[in-house]
């Protein structure tokens, strides 16, 4: 090993390195375990899907291996042509996508098949980390250059969601929000508080659409609305922007309520969605949503609550210690659907119980935080963006994949980092986490 690569070894972060490896050898682990038969003759049976994983992590280590010898400073100067690229491979997947479970999500190049929207998450991170990192841009307020300000936050925003945008079109909406959680990262940057208060206050009045009759709503966003008019009468009295600030508010809240919503369940949203939805917050799909009686056919169970259901049993089934590993049985007798993709988790919670399960989200937090430490110790702020984005990116397909199984949030197809089954997966969550690695290599490197 010459003096450079032994440098580039020493600088490298073994933290996040490990915690990576531990984490899929705890994923192909578990895919084993509810493919396992005692009939199987040996370990090393090429159709299971546990081996497939094994190969796609030798392929990840692979890639990992070139992306340490590579120059720090070639993500930063290509991020915006791999960017450019990875938006016109999502246009082609709307057009020539392979159709997998309704979605046309995939591309598939002979007999292999690999997801766009899953690899374009690296792109997307390094161009959103790019653009804030150059020189001339601020989205934070200050200086005096107030309307350059506000481009730039439209065009980072743009950057991070138009690949959302092209996904929703593929049919794959549970991986388009995936997006959505690089606004998140742009908060240390100094992205606007509004747009968080502006987001949590819509899914808060989806959520109250739902839950309440709508005339009712009506009445409490005025009665709302109201209160909040007199509490800052005198605001209001003196001030013409803080009049303009609520009446606008009300007025979108009403026709947010009233007319957005019930159109997108009308219109846009498919069964699948609804009932996911209507099913996480416990509710009988109301008849003016039910597409089953628009459809003329015959109303069937919900089947994401059913595996909803059958996770929580095979979950709740492995108590404090759990089951111990091979002796799943819900998991083992194929009791719950996607069970080695979306529902990995039961597997964990099934034969470790409570205590491997917590041992696991351990370890989840400790890689989270180990980002976020990496994050803050840069010099270049390409790199801490960077880091940010792949810490939100691996919050949310956690927090989301995991509330899913427990029934706390609809069933919307978001794999659990590392661990769920799948190439595409794999793969780009191990770039990521590899890219990163090498960027904090050079964390003394402006890098811009």
Known sequence: MTSLGKALFYRIDGVVLLLYVLLVAIGISAVYSVEHHVGDLTFFMMNKSYMKQLIWFGYSLGFGFIILLTDSKFFSSFAFLLYTACLAILVITIF????????????????????????????TALAVAKFVSLPETNIA???RHVMKTYKDRIIVGAIALVPALLIILQKETGLALVYFCFL??????????AIYIIAFSTVALVLGTLLIERKILFVVLTVLFGLIALLMR?????????RVIIISAFLFSIL????????????????????????????????EYDKTMVEGEEKKGNSSEYNVLQSKIAIGSGGLFGKG?????????????????????????????????????????????RIVFIAERQRSTFTRVYAYCVACILFFHFAVNISMTIGLMPVIGITLPFLSYGGSSLMSFSILIFILVRLDADRQTLIR
């Open 234 to 242: 005198q605001t209001l009295r003196r001030k013409l922007i803080p």
């Open 141 to 143: 307020m200050t200086g």
């Open 96 to 123: 020539a996508g392979v159709d997998v479970k309704g979605s046309r999500s995939w591309l598939g190049v002979g007999g292999f098949k690999f997801q766009p929207g899953e690899v374009c998450k690296i792109f």
């Open 325 to 369: 590993f091979l002796n799943g049985t819900s998991t083992k007798n194929q009791f719950v659907p996607e069970q080695s993709t979306d529902f990995i988790f039961c597997a964990i919670g099934e034969q470790f119980g409570f205590v491997g399960s917590a041992i696991l989200v351990l370890a989840y937090l400790s890689l989270m935080l």
């Open 184 to 193: 998140l990262a742009l908060y240390r940057e100094g992205y606007p508080t």
């Open 256 to 287: 947010f309520s009233q007319v957005a919503v019930p159109f997108v369940f009308k219109h846009v949203l498919q069964r699948h969605q609804i009932d996911r939805i209507f099913g996480t917050i416990g509710m009988e799909v109301p008849d």
